[in-house]
């Protein structure tokens, strides 16, 4: 794939894995469930599938903590991108390719891939730090999340391997921000969604 020698191995694997054709509407959730399967054996992480329905598989890896009552924390991402018009692309949308400058094009490199990669490897940097955290830390990879997520984490939730992770907090993705501050979205509480009918005369 011409991979430039001097790579940083986190760009290596965030670039392999842009070029997983996971893109709606008919995604290629194998190739990506067995990826990350590959990335929690290199990890020595515990990995669990969940076929939520049909073909829509959910991964979760899972680092356990020296405390493992304590509630534990999820790091989610999802799997599939949303499709591509591919003749207003200057480079393949699935080749990953990385210009001189170090950009790197592809679909899924803001949405959200990046997010999934940087998960791993900050664990994969911590672990072999020998680092040991109290709270067990579960990565979880939903499929759908682009139409939806009614065959995605909308059915996990439901699902007693959900309830077992205990989770007292989460993390998923943000936006890219163009200036020099990152955006966060930010909910406390409880999600408070409404709908408002007025009907005038
Ligand atoms: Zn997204």
């Not at 997983?20 to 054996?41: C, G, H, M, S």
């Not at 076929?51 to 924390?73: A, F, K, N, Y």
């Not at 501050?181 to 999600?191: A, P």
Request: glycine residues 8%; hydrophobic residues 35%.
């Amino acid at each position: 794939r011409g991979q430039d020698p001097g790579e940083h191995p986190s760009v290596t694997l965030f670039r392999e894995y842009l070029r997983l054709k996971t893109v709606q509407p008919e995604p290629n959730y194998d190739v990506a469930v067995r990826f990350l399967e590959r990335i929690a054996a290199e990890l020595g992480l515990g990995c669990q599938k969940v076929e939520v329905c049909p073909g829509r598989v959910v991964t979760i890896m899972t680092w356990q903590g020296t405390d493992p009552q304590l509630r534990s924390i999820l790091l989610n991402s999802h799997t599939d991108v949303v499709p591509v018009f591919e003749e207003h692309w200057t480079h393949d949308p699935f080749e990953a390719f990385k210009d001189s400058q170090g950009n790197i094009y592809a679909r899924g490199a803001q949405d959200m891939k990046c997010v999934s990669i940087q998960y791993i490897e900050a664990i994969r940097r911590l672990k072999a730090e020998g680092k040991r955290f109290p709270r067990t830390i579960h990565m979880t990879f939903m499929p759908d999340e682009e139409i939806g997520g009614f065959k995605g984490m909308q059915l996990f939730v439901k699902r007693p391997e959900f309830q077992a992770l205990n989770i007292g907090f989460a993390l998923d993705e943000g936006l890219a921000n163009p200036t020099d501050t990152f955006t966060v979205f930010y909910g406390e509480k409880c999600v408070w969604w409404i709908k408002i009918k007025c009907e005038g005369n």
